[in-house]
């Protein structure tokens, strides 16, 4: 959570969100009071610590399970146009999005492709052309 009052809204929702397993709280130091002993807020520190015990072969099992339509992320809209939503981007969505912007970028101008180009990026990884441009593409 971000501040305080996301915090609060999440809190004030959460038991009509059973599907919700963690809230995940950035930028603080410990559990805040009225969320302590609730196990499913964790602090940042300790989430990036969840997945040291998982086995490599759990990992690729899942991995295996993966089908090009199967949802691979959300996706949040603005609100710019009205309410903000999520959108189900889908495995080979994202890869197509990154390998078009790859062609658009390097087609005319392949000799740009590698670890010697830099781009500065100002767009939030929240936004699919963040995603696709500064996750998906390198990759890739």
Known sequence: ??????????RQNLDKMPQVKK???????????DCAGDKRFVLWRDFMQSGRDVADSTVTALMNKQ???SV???IY?????????????????????????????YGDRPELKGPH??????????????????VLSPII
Not at 118 to 134: C, F, N, Q, T
Request: glycine fraction near 8%.
């Open 1 to 10: 959570m971000e501040t305080a009052s996301h915090l609060a809204k999440i």
């Open 23 to 33: 809230v995940v709280i950035w930028g603080e130091s410990s559990i805040p009071a």
């Open 67 to 69: 089908q090009p339509g």
């Open 72 to 74: 691979a992320c959300l």
């Open 77 to 105: 809209t603005s609100g710019t146009t009205g309410n903000p939503k999520g959108c189900m981007i889908s495995h080979d969505n994202m890869i197509w999005q990154a390998q078009c912007f790859l062609h658009i970028s």
């Open 117 to 134: 180009n830099r781009i500065v990026s100002y767009l939030p990884l929240s936004h699919i052309a963040g995603l696709a441009l500064d």
